[in-house]
T-cell receptor
Framework: DAKTTQPPSMDCAEGRAANLPCNHSTISGNEYVYWYRQIHSQGPQYIIHGLKNNETNEMASLIITEDRKSSTLILPHATLRDTAVYYCIVARETSGSRLTFGEGTQLTVNP | DVKVTQSSRYLVKRTGEKVFLECVQDMDHENMFWYRQDPGLGLRLIYFSYDVKMKEKGDIPEGYSVSREKKERFSLILESASTNQTSMYLC????????????FGDGTRLSIL
């Protein structure tokens, strides 16, 4: 699986959009980009995933660059409950394989 | 929404006890996983199962066993608990196709005294 690079921490004001970047310059053509988050002392929560097209669901939007070497997770209106560690994962499959989280980005949403 | 339920959020046991951690999912998923998560070590796979009565060792199976008698339930057993098994235990489930995500429970924070 391709390696990912994320900033260790970010801050965001409540109500504003949170844009979390992820670099994955060695991504292969058949690898997906997945995002999870983990609120302190809870289990990881799946957010969204995509291959090359932009994706949106009720939680977030995922923007993948045309060359697929980077992506951005967008939380359109961040709330205090969005404070968490966000993990970007690149993998060919996750359904039947072990998941590995890197260091992730600690997002702090401030009032 | 997928719901993965772990039987306890917090558990305190004594060294040498046999400990059972239960996990139930409600989405008819074929695959189920047990991980432990420790600071600085990230997520580590203990055991997984692709089907009822099937089990496969993960990266750190020593000291653990599992049971999957029904599709929705996957149990992790610590045969004789030791202090180095104090950890956050996470259960996950998923279903084909390959690109589908794993969904996690809220975790069990287990302390072995």
């Amino acid at each position: 699986d391709a390696k990912t690079t994320q900033p260790p921490s970010m801050d965001c004001a409540e109500g504003r959009a949170a844009n979390l970047p992820c670099n994955h310059s060695t991504i292969s053509g058949n690898e997906y980009v997945y995002w999870y988050r983990q609120i302190h002392s809870q289990g990881p929560q799946y957010i969204i995933h995509g291959l090359k097209n932009n994706e949106t669901n009720e939680m977030a939007s995922l923007i993948i660059t045309e060359d697929r070497k980077s992506s951005t997770l967008i939380l359109p209106h961040a709330t205090l409950r969005d404070t968490a560690v966000y993990y970007c994962i690149v993998a060919r499959e996750t359904s039947g394989s072990r998941l590995t989280f890197g260091e992730g980005t600690q997002l702090t949403v401030n009032p | 929404d997928v719901k993965v339920t772990q039987s306890s959020r917090y558990l305190v046991k004594r060294t040498g006890e046999k400990v059972f951690l239960e996990c139930v999912q409600d989405m008819d998923h074929e695959n189920m996983f047990w991980y432990r998560q420790d600071p600085g070590l990230g997520l580590r796979l203990i055991y997984f199962s692709y089907d009822v009565k099937m089990k496969e060792k993960g990266d750190i199976p020593e000291g653990y066993s599992v049971s999957r008698e029904k599709k929705e339930r996957f149990s992790l057993i610590l045969e004789s608990a030791s202090t180095n098994q104090t950890s956050m235990y996470l259960c996950a489930s998923s279903s084909p196709p390959r690109n589908q995500p794993q969904h996690f429970g809220d975790g069990t924070r287990l302390s072995i005294l």
